[in-house]
């Protein structure tokens, strides 16, 4: 079992930064990938940003350009740096991992974390 904790999150205005952390409960030995998804209220979860055990990273095509996604191995972290909010960035933040353990691939979620733009 991972436990994963989203910090960061909070009020920014529009064309203003955050950046998130998330801190897993363990080193985490076979990730598949990492990163974060998000849900604005009456919308589905959607990629934000992802790397991938080989250090590839996809990115939601709404973020491009805008968020970076990077891991620290050693802090067992991930972070998302936002940079040029814009309000419909507005949502709830999800660290996430997928694990190829023994019992096969096995999905973890963060317990999330309130982003909000507005001016």
């Known amino acids: 079992q991972v436990q994963l904790v989203e910090s960061g999150g909070g009020l920014v205005q529009p064309g203003g930064s955050l950046r998130l952390s998330c801190v897993a409960s363990?080193?985490?030995?076979?990730?598949?990938?990492m990163g974060w998804y998000r849900q604005a209220p009456g919308k589905e979860r959607e990629l934000v940003a992802t790397?991938?055990?080989?250090?590839?990273?996809n990115y939601g095509d709404s973020v491009k350009g805008r968020f970076t996604v990077s891991g620290d191995s050693a802090k067992n972290t991930v972070a998302l740096q936002m940079n040029s909010l814009k309000p419909e960035d507005t949502a709830v933040y999800y660290c996430?991992?997928?694990?190829?353990?023994?019992?096969?691939?096995?999905?973890?979620w963060g317990q999330g974390t309130q982003v909000t733009v507005s001016s």
């Open positions: 790397f991938t055990r080989d250090g590839s990273t």
């Open positions: 363990r080193t985490i030995f076979s990730i598949v990938d």
């Open positions: 996430y991992t997928k694990i190829h353990g023994a019992w096969g691939l096995q999905d973890y």
